[in-house]
């Protein structure tokens, strides 16, 4: 593909997507892994056994926005991350459990 006059690499142009959810037992998947060319094929039955996983796997330049819901209490994201961490809608703050937040 050409823009300009200038090649572009395709795959370039994918967005990037990372999970926000919690590492998942077994080592099936790991929080904070980043999927550059959309979600391998081996991990789509995951995705569609737990939707959680789908819910909280957003592109890269929106997930601060959606860490700050993670940990606020009464969010979709709130209930999907507790949901995964088998703690069901518990109003538990999560804070210091996503790897990506630092623990005052």
Avoid: W
């Avoid at 995951?46 to 819910?55: C, G, H, N, S, Y």
């Avoid at 994201?77 to 990506?100: F, P, W």
């Amino acid at each position: 593909m050409t823009d300009g006059g200038t090649k572009v690499d395709e795959r370039a142009v994918e967005t990037a997507s990372i999970d926000l959810g919690s590492n998942l037992p077994g080592g099936r998947l790991l929080q904070s892994t980043v999927f550059r060319a959309g979600v391998p094929a081996y991990l789509k039955p995951l995705f569609t056994d737990k939707p959680d996983i789908a819910e909280l796997t957003v592109p890269v330049e929106g997930m601060a926005e959606v860490l700050e819901r993670i940990v606020q209490a009464g969010t979709a994201e709130h209930a999907a991350y507790q949901r995964l961490l088998g703690k069901g809608n518990a109003g538990t703050d999560v804070g210091c459990s996503i790897m990506l937040i630092p623990c005052l």
